[in-house]
């Protein structure tokens, strides 16, 4: 499995932004589909974003990038929600494979009203 380091999280205002990263140890690096999820609490965990798709409470909003160079992919926010508010992972899915395989430890973004 490939190890994931997510960073970028903190306490924002409604309408602020901000910059997820996350770096992946695995030098395949591009043999693997990123993507991004979150879970707020008392909900489940559900997908935010990746290079092909986003959750439709998020588009126009949240922007999915990669950098294999850097072995990264961010999540930028705009025009953050409350209802953003939530635990923000990376995961990882090796080409072929049917799910989501490693996760990083998450990483808390608070957005306040």
């Known amino acids: 499995q490939v190890q994931l380091v997510e960073s970028g999280g903190g306490l924002v205002q409604a309408g602020d932004s901000l910059r997820l990263s996350c770096v992946a140890s695995?030098?395949?690096?591009?043999?693997?589909?990123m993507g991004w999820f979150r879970q707020a609490p008392g909900k489940e965990r559900e997908f935010v974003a990746s290079?092909?798709w986003s959750a439709d409470s998020v588009k126009g909003r949240f922007t999915f990038s990669r950098d294999s160079t850097k072995n990264t992919v961010y999540l930028q926010m705009n025009s953050l929600k409350p209802e953003d508010t939530a635990v923000y992972y990376c995961?990882?899915?090796?080409?072929?494979?049917?799910?989501?395989?490693?996760w990083g430890q998450g990483t808390q973004v608070t957005v306040s009203s």
């Open positions: 995961a990882a899915r090796r080409l072929g494979s049917g799910s989501f395989g490693s």
């Open positions: 695995e030098v395949t690096f591009n043999t693997y589909v």
């Open positions: 290079n092909t």
